[in-house]
C-alpha cells in the first residue's frame, strides 16, 4: 500500500532564503508525482508534475526534482517571498491507479 | 479559459440529510475526480470519472457516490450524513483519464453537518 510523507509538517523561514521541501513515497512504482500549493480554506494550485521518466521539472523559482528509486521527492524555492506562504502538498499517481497525497508541509515567510 | 467550478461554495445539513455537490470541469476536459479534505485525515481521493463512467474509487463507504452526465459535469451525492462527513469536498479535472494528466482543482465545497 503507498504511503506519502512529507516531513517537516510546518517550517517558518525569513524572507529572502532558498528552502527545501521533502517528499517520500513507499512504492516507487509510480506514474508521476504532482505538487500543489494550498491557501487557507482554498483549492490546490497545481506547481509542477513530474512524469516517472523524468528526473526534475523547473517553473520560475520552484525546481523538483524525483529519485523514484529512493522513494524521494523535493521541492526546491529559490529566494522565498512572503507570498510563497501556503501549505504544500505532494500526490503520487501509483500503479494502482490513485492518487494518494501526503499530509503537507505549512511554509510560513517571514517578512 | 475558465477554470474548475464548484457548487454550491458553503452547506450545512444535519444528520441524516443527502447532499449533492457539482462540479463543472475546464473545457474540454473529460476526466473529474472528487476528493474529501478534513484536518484529521487530510486530502483523501473518492473517485474518478471518465466518459460518464467511474473508473476509479477510493476507500470510502457506499454512502458517498457519484456520476458524469455526457457534458463532463459531475456530480457527487452522499445520502444519510454523518458529522464525520464535515469536511472540504475538491474536485479536480484533467485532460484525460490517468497518467500523465496533470490535474487542477476547484476551490472545493466546504459541507458543515451539524
Known amino acids: 500500500k503507498q504511503e506519502v510523507t512529507q516531513i517537516p509538517a510546518a517550517l517558518s523561514v525569513p524572507e529572502g532564503e532558498n528552502l527545501v521541501l521533502n517528499c517520500s513515497f513507499t512504492?516507487?512504482?509510480?506514474?508521476?508525482l504532482q505538487w500543489f500549493r494550498q491557501d487557507p480554506g482554498k483549492g490546490l494550485t497545481s506547481l509542477l508534475l513530474i512524469q516517472s521518466s523524468q528526473r526534475e521539472q523547473t517553473s520560475g523559482r520552484l525546481n523538483a526534482s524525483l529519485d523514484k528509486s529512493s522513494g524521494r521527492s523535493t521541492l526546491y524555492i529559490a529566494a522565498s517571498q512572503p507570498g510563497d506562504s501556503a501549505t504544500y502538498l505532494c500526490?503520487?499517481?501509483?500503479?494502482?491507479?490513485?492518487?494518494?497525497f501526503g499530509s503537507g508541509t505549512r511554509l510560513s515567510i517571514r517578512p | 479559459k475558465a477554470g474548475v467550478t464548484q457548487t454550491p461554495r458553503y452547506l450545512i445539513k444535519t444528520r441524516g440529510q443527502q447532499v449533492t455537490l457539482s462540479c463543472s470541469p475546464i473545457s474540454g476536459h473529460r476526466s473529474v475526480s472528487w476528493y474529501q479534505q478534513t484536518p484529521g485525515q487530510g486530502l483523501q481521493f473518492l473517485f474518478e470519472?471518465?466518459?460518464?463512467?467511474?473508473?476509479n474509487k477510493g476507500n470510502f463507504p457506499g454512502r458517498f457516490s457519484g456520476r458524469q452526465f455526457s457534458n463532463s459535469r459531475s456530480e457527487m451525492n452522499v445520502s444519510t450524513l454523518e458529522l464525520g462527513d464535515s469536511a472540504l469536498y475538491l474536485c479536480?479535472?484533467?485532460?484525460?483519464?490517468?497518467?500523465?494528466?496533470?490535474?487542477?482543482f476547484g476551490p472545493g465545497t466546504r459541507l458543515t453537518v451539524t
Open positions: 500526490a503520487v499517481y501509483s500503479s494502482a491507479s490513485k492518487i494518494i
Open positions: 470519472y471518465f466518459s460518464e463512467t467511474q473508473r
Open positions: 479536480a479535472s484533467s485532460l484525460s483519464f490517468g497518467s500523465p494528466y496533470e490535474q487542477y
Open positions: 512504492d516507487s512504482a509510480i506514474y508521476n
